[in-house]
């Protein structure tokens, strides 16, 4: 019963650092549980995959496909707090133009938006926009689907780079503001195979999505380590910033996966 509370715990801490969703109080918080409770990034990914799935859903007997993905976008951004498209502008903003590695991490830790960070906000919307709302046209029920799984699937890209590369952000700023900084490989594992048993389910519930769910996850898996390659050469490891950059990219490529394969069904 105490392995499963303690696990619990680290869910509901992950739910609290990338949400805005309430947790009990019994939960309570050390900080060594930042560093565990990265195996359930994919579960709140879940969580905020469902949430906007709802609304989209419920937006559908309503609206057009245009307005049911935006609200789709904003229900997530909400309930997430623009926690990763922060990160993605930021990274955007640091790593868009050639400068030095210290002054990459420097425009990072600027909380102000530059012309790349908002090109690259706007552009990250447009094409997650765009994606959803060709899902949404060609089956509401696609769409749904699609949403969830690439909210869950793309919490694994962090866990991956948490991995395989080491922290090169601040180290008095990441005290000052803690997150996870690492993730073992038991970490990874259990991650990956969270939105495996999601893969599973879908998969099971709708076998034509087999080639779709196969050529997401090879989608998915290309940006991670594309990020990967780029940011160890870049900056050598990652940061807070960079973490949330890769999971923006990889649930776009996703998505664009998911359309790409239409003409299958």
Known sequence: MRPLLHELRLFFTALQFFT???????????????????????AVGTVVGAWAALVMWGASWIWPA??????????????????????????????????SREKALTIMK?????????????????LKAACLVALLDFNPDLALL?????????RAAPVALMHHLSYAGDAEHAKAKPLATQAGGATLVFALLWVLGLSGLIAWAQPNLVPSLCAAWLAMALATFT???FLERRLGGYTGDTLGATQQLAE????????GLLNVF
Not at 20 to 42: S, T
Not at 146 to 154: D, E, N, P, V
Not at 252 to 259: N, S
């Open 252 to 259: 776009l490529a996703g998505l664009l996966a998911f359309v």
């Open 110 to 126: 600027d909380s102000r938006i530059g012309s790349y960070g908002a090109l690259g906000l706007i552009l990250m919307l447009g």
């Open 146 to 154: 699609a949403t969830l799984w690439a909210h869950t699937a793309s």
């Open 227 to 229: 990020m990967q390659g």
């Open 20 to 42: 805005r969703c309430p947790v009990p109080a019994w939960v309570g918080f050390q900080p060594e549980w930042l560093q565990e409770c990265a195996r359930y990034f994919p």
């Open 66 to 99: 245009g307005i049911c993905a935006g609200l789709g976008l904003a229900a997530s951004i909400w309930l997430t707090g623009g926690f990763h498209e922060d990160g993605w502008a930021d990274s955007c903003d640091g790593l868009g133009g050639a400068v």
